[in-house]
């Protein structure tokens, strides 16, 4: 289920979700490993466009390259369960750029589209707009975008054509629960649904301020 609006049944996921916009960046170029190497996963399935119903077909994935680059300032290796976001931009840029190579050594592929930018001059060279920021940097040419609201259409047929899924368009006011483990949710217009697996997928708060991490420490899903 998902809070689109009732009279538009046909449009998944809602119009202002963060899923539904021009472009979303395809890259397997993250600092964490886990991600880089979920990411290059992903991106063998939307190089996939030789068919209409391939998920990269249609316009849905451009293979235009990605191009990251930061000032020079001190490199570390993060502490022990530090978060990540307390690293500098040069910090990200070089262990993306250590994970991609990473990835590289077991594709020629990849290996050929990925190439170091080591100072401005070569930033501004392969930028080709004249200007430039960054003092050392990467291209990777195997990084693109996707239509993110033309891939969800594709995946909410795919899903359809399946016949193995409703989809209930609602808002939920509150989550059903027996004890400690969660048994559905009840929507805003009173109905309730229960599932023997319920799957929550929200942003930190709402606006009465139930947050996900609440509603992890309390229930079991």
Known sequence: MDRSNPSCPNVFPSPDAASIDSSRIIRADYADPAYAALGAEAQVEWRKRDRPTDLGAQGRYHESGLLLVADQGSTR?????????????????????????????????????????????AIRTRLGTGGTSGSWGYINEGSGWANAEASMVWLFNRVKETGRVSFVSGKVASLDHHGTRVTGVKLSDGRSLSADLVVLAAVSANKSGFSFREARERFSF
């Open 77 to 121: 290796l993060p502490k022990e369960g530090e978060d990540k976001y307390t690293m500098t931009g040069m910090d990200y840029v070089r262990f993306s750029w250590e994970n991609v190579l990473s990835l590289a050594s077991s594709g020629a592929a990849l290996a050929d589209s990925v190439r170091e930018l080591p100072d401005a001059d």
